[in-house]
């Protein structure tokens, strides 16, 4: 049985840091690219990073880049997202996500929309970020 689970959310200053976990059971991490999406209150659904299981190649979000890193440990089926200089517009729930159709195949793969979670079946439950003076 696949399943995500999140952690390492809570609530932070601005320009505070927080790595969250995402650790993954039911199958090999290592063959699956795997992202991370959030969505803020009112807001829809928004990708923040991705980590490609076929190249090692690693994208962001514009409104993150630079100021997030997407890692992987495969030997312990988790992937990190480490998130400084945070702001008030990171505040929200953070999800790690992923498909069978992302078995040994990059991130480019992920389409579809808010939505339909971006035609992904496999999420967590998600772990709140709260950015907050």
């Known amino acids: 049985q696949v399943q995500l689970v999140e952690s390492g959310g809570g609530l932070v200053q601005p320009g505070g840091s927080l790595r969250l976990s995402c650790v993954a059971s039911g199958f090999s991490l290592e063959e699956y690219t795997i992202s991370w999406f959030r969505q803020g209150p009112g807001l829809l659904l928004e990708g923040v990073s991705c980590?490609?299981?076929?190249?090692?190649?690693?994208h962001y979000g514009d409104s993150v880049k630079d100021r997030f890193t997407i890692s992987r440990d495969n030997a312990k089926n988790t992937v990190y997202l480490q998130m400084d200089s945070l702001k008030l517009e990171d505040t929200a729930v953070y999800y790690c996500a992923t498909d069978e159709s992302l078995r040994n195949q990059p991130c480019t793969e992920i389409s579809g929309t808010p939505e339909d979670n971006y035609g992904l079946n496999y999420w967590g439950k998600g772990t709140p970020v709260s950015v907050s003076s």
């Open positions: 980590s490609s299981s076929t190249d090692g190649h690693t």
